[in-house]
């Protein structure tokens, strides 16, 4: 993991649930990215002078990610030395059953999640307030969504406005 600090976009937005006891107020989210794929990951090691071509690490990664999807289909988890756990979680229905004689799977289970239980064990120590330590958190962008019509339903679009802080 990269040791410098490194700046972090934040969007600030209003929290518009009018039944929830923040509505109104101003809160934070890392502005989104294009997500990196398998070839950029790749692209990124060979930045940090990788011996191996990316298409020799593409293949690699390829294969750790099958076999770890692989295992945790089979409910086992998968420790990533360095990152972190992912472990299978079950998402049960809302109200459960009442006894392990009426728990019916096929009504009982909404989904598997896959979660990622960060490092805690090596020096790097994967957590938020270390994450925190590593960034620079900046005020980007002020987010309002706007609902527009589209596909036959109501859609909220979100609309970006750079945040410019004067110097004092």
Known sequence: MATQQ???DLDIYTDNNEKSDNFGKKFA???PKEALNLRG????IAKHGS???VDTMEGVVASVVTATLEKITEGQS???DGLGTLRPTIENAPGGAD?????????NVLGIHIR????NEKFERITSRKFLEKCILRKAYEVTYKTVHHGGKDVKVPSYSPIVE???
């Not at 990951?41 to 990124?44: A, F, G, M, R, W």
């Not at 990622?116 to 490092?119: A, G, I, R, T, V």
Request: contains cysteine.
């Open 6 to 8: 490194t700046i972090v």
């Open 29 to 31: 989210r890392i502005h």
């Open 41 to 44: 990951i790749c692209n990124q």
């Open 51 to 53: 011996p191996y071509t």
């Open 78 to 80: 998968v420790k990533i």
């Open 99 to 107: 006894s392990a004689k009426d728990y019916n799977v096929e009504k």
């Open 116 to 119: 990622l239980y960060p490092e």
């Open 166 to 168: 004067e110097d004092t």
